[in-house]
């Protein structure tokens, strides 16, 4: 597994992936991702993971890419489409299985932008895109 602190809004978070096989922590480092935040914190490995991070990934699941944000986003700027304009739950109930739901419809389309039953999701400054695998399964 791999940690590592980003600063969400005002508020640094630990985040705990599975990544440690596909994605070099270097790069990771610095870098502007796509997490989501109002889950439930979770145990892994004795250390409380504050968010997912999402990430792209082929049907197999033999390669795996974390998604961009695009630059100029800002750290914890949410992540919307034009018929998303609500504010999101404080937390998700992991009874309900709701994030479990929405990763479902999530995946990214022939230019490789992320989409949620198939609307754009982006950023203030533009689309959320995985680096090379188009139609992936989000995760």
């Not at 754009?120 to 695998?133: E, F, Y």
């Amino acid at each position: 597994k791999q940690w590592y602190q980003r600063r969400v809004r005002e508020e640094p978070r630990t985040v705990i992936s599975g990544l440690r096989h596909f994605v070099p922590m270097e790069q990771l480092e610095g870098a502007l991702v796509a997490v989501v935040c109002n889950l439930k914190p979770a145990n892994m490995r004795g250390i409380k993971s504050q968010g997912m991070l999402l990430c792209a990934s082929d049907s197999d699941h033999k390669t795996v890419e974390v998604l961009r944000v695009p630059v100029g986003s800002i750290p914890g700027e949410r992540i919307t489409g034009d018929m998303y304009t609500s504010d999101p739950d404080k937390q998700l109930n992991p009874k309900k299985k709701i994030f479990e739901k929405v990763q479902l419809e999530l995946s990214t389309n022939a230019s490789l932008e992320v989409t949620y039953k198939g609307e754009h999701l982006k950023t203030s400054v533009g689309p959320i895109t995985a680096p090379s695998i188009k139609n992936a399964v989000i995760r």
